[in-house]
């Protein structure tokens, strides 16, 4: 078997302060695909001194930032999903490639994303028309991902809730960003496309579970959530799936990001090379 766990960290930093590193030596993942990483690269290689680590720093200090933090050794990194250096310092830190080899020479490409939350607020428009813009830069790399022929994962906080039962109050957002309609139909477009959300496809019809809560009010107690994190499977890699869960925490003291990881267990060899029977 082969565990891979996506979270966004909301500043590693931080989540060393609250309990993340428990978190790992319990869940004991083969990859881990962190976004809001939020942290220089010296930092993120030296406290998992122990693996193979991909990192994407934003160019806005203490912005994004995106990695791939793996037992497998990575033979191809690949940063940015547009025109690398060249583009806007905004879109930086939100989209890392890594080609991860698994035993017996096969390949598994991950992508930890991080895109664009945007605001519909009055005088905040210009946000919205940067994740428009960034969705349709992931979109023609999607294209490209689902056709190939090895097993792609691209897993990470997507900022947007998919259905009515990805987030608790749909009535009350149906104006907001992360489920206004355009944003929704990407999501439609990836799906119509090959892709699989495992987390659907896995986790039941819902309502849930969901994966971000607030840190304000009762919203983490009430589960008065969203589900807008991730893990998107090629054609090839959706049916070696087995498993999706979302690691709750038991409860709001607990929780070392206002996001819950995504862990789902696939049947491709592990780091020891053993597959499952």
């Known amino acids: ?3 891979v766990a996506t979270a966004n960290v909301n500043g590693i930093r931080a989540a060393v302060r609250r309990g993340i590193d428990d978190w790992i030596a319990r869940r004991e993942p083969d990859v881990l695909l962190l976004q809001e990483v939020r942290a220089p690269d010296e930092l993120v290689h030296a406290h998992f001194a ?6 994407l720093p934003s160019r806005i200090k203490g912005r994004a930032g995106v990695a791939v933090v793996s037992r497998l050794p990575l033979a191809a990194v690949r940063d940015g999903v547009g025109s690398g250096e060249a583009e806007p310092d905004v879109d930086s830190g939100r989209w890392l490639e890594a080609d991860l080899e698994l035993p017996g020479g096969d390949r598994l490409t991950v992508v930890s994303a991080y895109l664009h939350s945007g605001s519909a607020k009055p005088g905040q428009e210009h946000t919205l028309a940067a994740k428009y813009d960034h969705l349709d ?3 023609r790399r999607l294209d490209a991902l689902v056709a190939e022929e090895h097993p792609v994962l691209v897993a990470g906080d997507v900022n947007i809730a998919h259905r009515e039962v990805d987030i608790a109050n749909w009535k009350g ?4 960003s992360g489920f206004l309609p355009a944003e929704r139909a990407y999501l439609d477009r990836w799906f119509e496309a090959g892709w699989h959300d495992l987390g659907r496809a896995l986790g039941g019809d819902g309502p849930g579970p969901y994966t971000w809560w607030t840190w304000r009010g009762q919203a ?8 807008i994190d991730y893990q998107l499977a090629n054609p090839v890699l959706a049916d070696r799936a087995l498993k999706v869960e979302v690691d709750r925490a038991a409860s709001y003291d607990a929780r070392w990001s206002d996001h819950a990881p995504v862990v789902a267990t696939y049947d491709l060899p592990d780091h020891r090379g053993k597959m499952n029977v």
């Open 1 to 3: 078997m082969l565990t």
């Open 137 to 139: 830069q992931v979109s």
């Open 220 to 227: 983490f107690d009430n589960d008065r959530g969203w589900r």
């Open 50 to 55: 122990d693996h193979h680590v991909a990192h």
């Open 173 to 176: 957002n149906l104006k907001s």
